[in-house]
């Protein structure tokens, strides 16, 4: 059920997994015939589009295989060899294998601990090959990079050193409870002037980002728990599942994918909402051609939303059912195009539709941008534990938004 993936064409080692004219570093000085005739982005690109999938390639800016990567000039001033002659045409041939593409993935590795081969010379630390880099935008020259690539992919977005989507701050796979799109790290910053989503990059697997023998899948319950405090708290999740020494996503990792996307679909893919008879507390006026009606948050498409009217920034949703139905999630989307506003809000749940409990009391229901998912029982490990709540009505309650609110989707599980 996942969106879209992210090849790892070229990581910090500098070995490329397509026919680069950069360096002989590459498939094509492998001792394999097979893996001569292989072409990684070339192939995930076409197996994307058959699969209707999003597609981007991770390729690495550090290269411990480069002579140029961290060159200096007889002066001690870093040379622009590298980003012209290797970083900047790799980007290029990436760019060439499809103007579709979703994402390009920049590592943000400066250099450092790792010991290295610039070009041939140990880069051990202490030796005269450890290299480090102190201005990763400067000598990578991003600014010119970013231009030039988006000529080419005008609607890719740039992660990490492209400045363009933020890491959230851990490889764990969370985000803050509190998480605005502007600013950095986990929670954000709610007055950034950016527009900086976070991305949570998470090992689905105990051996690392690399595969390695007798690792570990992790159980489905713990994916899913990544899932709800990643892409459940406004940020995406990229699920790192390492191919084995055949080139194979390995089958006990296969099996597992399968059993997490089963899971999605049965714990969040009916929605209660749309049985529901919704009611809010304001209805922004109609303008010519757009309404802004309580039940655009119920109709399934992306460019209708319910809103107040200016000046109005408190409101609250109400959805009854006229049998009690078992409800375990509510998920909600800001109509993000038009930026990120809530700062507080609150889910209650009613038995007789008259009185109402409030839910999730332990969780800071605070930000809700692209998409907020509330576990009603307050537990993102014990989500699904119980019975769950029989209630007649759910009461969403809007407290504070920095502007009238804007609510795309509001769904019931």
């Given at each position: 059920g996942m969106k879209g993936g992210i090849a790892v064409v070229k990581h910090h080692d500098g070995f490329c997994l397509w026919p680069t004219a950069t360096t002989t570093h590459s498939i094509l000085s492998s001792s394999s015939e097979n893996a001569r005739k292989t072409n990684i982005p070339r192939d995930f690109a076409r197996a994307a589009r058959k699969l209707n999938m999003k597609y981007g390639f991770y390729v690495s800016p550090w290269d411990?295989?480069?002579?140029?990567?961290?060159?200096?000039?007889?002066?001690?001033?870093?040379?622009?060899?590298?980003?012209?002659?290797?970083?900047?045409?790799?980007?290029?041939?990436?760019a060439k294998y499809g103007a579709d593409q979703f994402e390009m993935w920049f590592d943000g590795a400066t250099g450092g601990d790792h010991a290295g081969y610039y070009g041939g010379e140990y880069g051990g630390k202490g030796t005269t090959g450890y290299r480090k880099i102190d201005n990763a935008q400067t000598f990578y020259d991003m600014p010119n990079l970013r231009d030039s690539i988006h000529a080419l992919l005008p609607n890719v977005i740039m992660w990490g050193l492209g400045g363009e989507v933020?890491?959230?701050?851990?490889?764990?796979?969370?985000?803050?409870?509190?998480?605005?799109?502007?600013?950095?790290?986990?929670n954000g910053d709610e007055n950034g002037w950016l527009w900086h989503p976070g991305e949570s990059d998470?090992?689905?697997?105990?051996?690392?980002?690399?595969?390695?023998?007798n690792e570990k899948v992790l159980s489905a319950e713990r994916l899913f728990q990544m899932y709800l405090e990643t892409v459940g708290r406004n940020a995406t999740l990229i699920l790192n599942l390492p191919p084995d020494v055949n080139g194979l996503v390995p089958e006990a990792t296969a099996k597992r994918m399968a059993e997490l996307g089963n899971m999605l679909r049965t714990r969040l893919g009916v929605d209660l909402a749309r049985k529901a008879v919704i009611t809010a507390s304001e209805e922004r006026v109609a303008g010519q051609h757009r309404n802004y009606s309580v039940r655009?948050?119920?109709?399934?498409?992306?460019?209708?939303?319910?809103?107040?009217?200016?000046?109005?920034?408190?409101?609250?949703?109400?959805?009854?059912?006229?049998?009690?139905?078992?409800?375990?999630?509510?998920?909600?989307m800001e109509h993000i195009k038009l930026g990120q506003r809530v700062r507080s809000f609150t889910v209650e749940t009613s038995e007789d539709g008259v009185n109402f409990t409030q839910r999730a009391t332990n969780i800071a229901t605070t930000t809700i941008g692209y998409k907020r998912i509330i576990p009603l029982n307050g537990s993102t490990q014990k989500s699904y534990d119980g019975e769950g709540y029989k209630v007649r009505a759910m009461r969403i309650t809007i407290n504070d938004s920095k502007a009238c609110p804007l609510i795309e989707n509001l769904s019931v599980y």
């Open positions: 411990l295989s480069s002579k140029y990567w961290g060159e200096k000039d007889a002066d001690g001033n870093y040379t622009d060899n590298y980003a012209k002659k290797v970083f900047f045409p790799q980007c290029v041939e990436l933020r890491w959230i701050g851990n490889e764990a796979g969370y985000s803050g409870e509190t998480c605005w799109s502007m600013g950095n790290a986990e998470a090992k689905a697997t105990t051996g690392g980002w690399f595969w390695k023998k655009n948050m119920t109709d399934g498409k992306r460019d209708t939303y319910w809103a107040t009217n200016d000046g109005t920034t408190k409101a609250s949703i109400t959805l009854t059912w006229a049998k009690p139905t078992t409800v375990r999630y509510v998920q909600l």
